[in-house]
């Protein structure tokens, strides 16, 4: 089965830019979906298809993705960007979760 | 706006079947897969499986002996059944809607099952 591999946690000085990295077999042919998870909280889609981003969420946030890794970019980190961060894709029908980062800022 | 609900017991033993409901107001059933997910206290994001608004359906590998999700259309409502549950099964469950794209952009505020006897 597919797998997705996130780090457990990323740090980021207030107003730096912190990257967020999702590893996997080609998952550069694949669409990467990203999620923002606050605690108590239902997960928010924050990049859809590698780079897009839905109406609602900042600039700030930006997507890539190419050949074994995708990346969630926050730029110019805030308070509250504080969050799990948790990067999909569907893989031959099936829904795969990485197993999520906690992102902290200094 | 699309809203999604989800009921069902909040405590379930060990051995029996755990069965919730989502209700979808707002939207269309249509074109749409119907998703659930679960997150076990302190853990990350676990697909259970989709329905389509077709009615087909596709499973995790690892649950889908054990899981059963269907969907009734004139109530605007998808349920989940999971049976011989363990405590490994406790989580909170989320219902989601996602496009044909994948893109999974509206989600149930979920529902903490705890199995126990």
């Known amino acids: 089965s597919y797998e997705l591999t996130q780090p457990l946690s990323v740090s980021v000085a207030l107003g730096q830019t912190a990257r967020i990295t999702c590893g996997g077999n080609n998952i550069g042919s694949k669409n990467v979906h990203w999620y923002q998870q606050k605690p108590g909280q239902a997960p928010v889609l924050v990049i859809y298809?590698?780079?897009n981003r839905p109406s609602g969420i900042p600039e700030r946030l930006s997507g890539s993705n190419s050949g074994n890794t995708a990346t969630l970019t926050i730029s110019r980190a805030q308070a509250g960007d504080e969050a799990d961060y948790y990067c999909?894709?569907?893989?031959?029908?099936?829904?795969?979760f990485g197993g999520g980062t906690k992102l902290t800022v200094l | 706006q699309v809203q999604l609900q989800e009921s069902g017991p909040g405590l379930v033993k060990p051995s029996e079947t755990l069965s919730l409901t989502c209700t979808v107001s707002?939207?269309?059933?249509?074109?749409?897969?119907w998703n659930w997910i679960r997150q076990p206290p302190g853990k990350g994001l676990e697909w259970i499986g989709y329905?389509?608004?077709?009615?087909?359906?596709s499973y995790n590998p690892s649950l889908k002996s054990r899981v059963t999700i269907s969907l009734d259309t004139s109530k605007n409502q998808f349920s989940l059944k999971l049976n011989s549950v363990t405590a490994a099964d406790t989580a909170v469950y989320y219902c989601?809607?996602?496009?044909?794209?994948?893109?999974?952009?509206?989600w149930g505020q979920g529902a903490l099952v705890t199995v126990s006897s």
């Open positions: 298809r590698d780079t």
């Open positions: 329905i389509y608004y077709s009615g087909s359906t």
């Open positions: 999909q894709v569907w893989d031959s029908s099936t829904g795969v």
């Open positions: 989601a809607r996602s496009g044909s794209v994948g893109t999974t952009d509206y």
């Open positions: 707002g939207g269309f059933f249509t074109t749409y897969y």
